[in-house]
T-cell receptor, first 113, second 114 residues
Framework: QKEVEQNSGPLSVPEGAIASLNCTYS??????FFWYRQYSGKSPELIMS????GDKEDGRFTAQLNKASQYVSLLIRDSQPSDSATYLC?????????????FGQGTTLQVKP | DTEVTQTPKHLVMGMTNKKSLKCEQH?????MYWYKQKAKKPPELMFV???????INESVPSRFSPECPNSSLLNLHLHALQPEDSALYLC?????????????FGPGTRLTVT
């Protein structure tokens, strides 16, 4: 079983729709959760971090965390073609304060005009 | 300012060459990281430096040698690489001393080994 799992996609949504990206993790002791956006040929860009159960909103982005069910999700409202990218879910391992992130394989999002 | 810089942007080297990748951050972060990323794969952790000391080596071959001269700089020395080492090499940094490890990535160095 992979430690952090994401559907590789591609996830295709029309412009203006809500894109929903999901991620599950296996280490129940994980404390910190991150979403990165990576455009083709570029480096990952941190767009959201979440540490407590519930929702966290930042502009058009909402991260949702449910530790009991071990999943974290990212909602993108009013999707734009410029949101087309690979979205990486990253989880900080519970084994000490090492800062080691475990990445999922990434979900490719395509927003069609 | 969440900027991490890396040089060079692109590097082509032969299998017998010695080269170095450089990374710099001015955010006062005390943890710095090297990652390797192959096409269509997530970043793969190589090394972690915490307060200028190597804290994690993910069983990386000795042809990769990291160095942290000070809290703002991180180098990766390369020697006798193989073609399969061709990849995007990413540097990242984060705060230390808390449980929050938001890591900020530099733009990367695209390495081609011929």
């Amino acid at each position: 079983q992979k430690e952090v799992e994401q559907n590789s996609g591609p996830l295709s949504v029309p412009e203006g729709a809500i894109a929903s990206l999901n991620c599950t993790y296996s280490d129940r002791g994980s404390q910190s959760f991150f979403w990165y956006r990576q455009y083709s040929g570029k480096s990952p860009e941190l767009i959201m971090s979440i540490y407590s159960n519930g929702d966290k909103e930042d502009g058009r982005f909402t991260a949702q965390l449910n530790k009991a069910s071990q999943y974290v999700s990212l909602l993108i409202r009013d999707s734009q073609p410029s949101d087309s990218a690979t979205y990486l879910c990253a989880v900080q391992g519970a084994s000490g304060n090492t800062g080691k992130l475990i990445f999922g394989q990434g979900t490719t999002l395509q927003v069609k005009p | 300012d969440t900027e991490v810089t890396q040089t060079p942007k692109h590097l082509v080297m032969g299998m017998t060459n010695k080269k170095s990748l450089k990374c710099e951050q001015h955010m006062g972060h005390r943890a710095m990281y090297w990652y390797k990323q192959k096409a269509k794969k997530p970043p793969e952790l190589m090394f972690v430096y915490s307060y200028e000391k190597l804290s994690i080596n993910e069983s990386v071959p000795s042809r990769f040698s990291p160095e942290c001269p000070n809290s703002s700089l991180l180098n990766l020395h390369l020697h006798a690489l193989q073609p399969e080492d061709s990849a995007l090499y990413l540097c990242a940094s984060s705060q230390e001393g808390t449980h929050i490890y938001e890591q900020y990535f530099g733009p990367g160095t695209r390495l081609t080994v011929t």
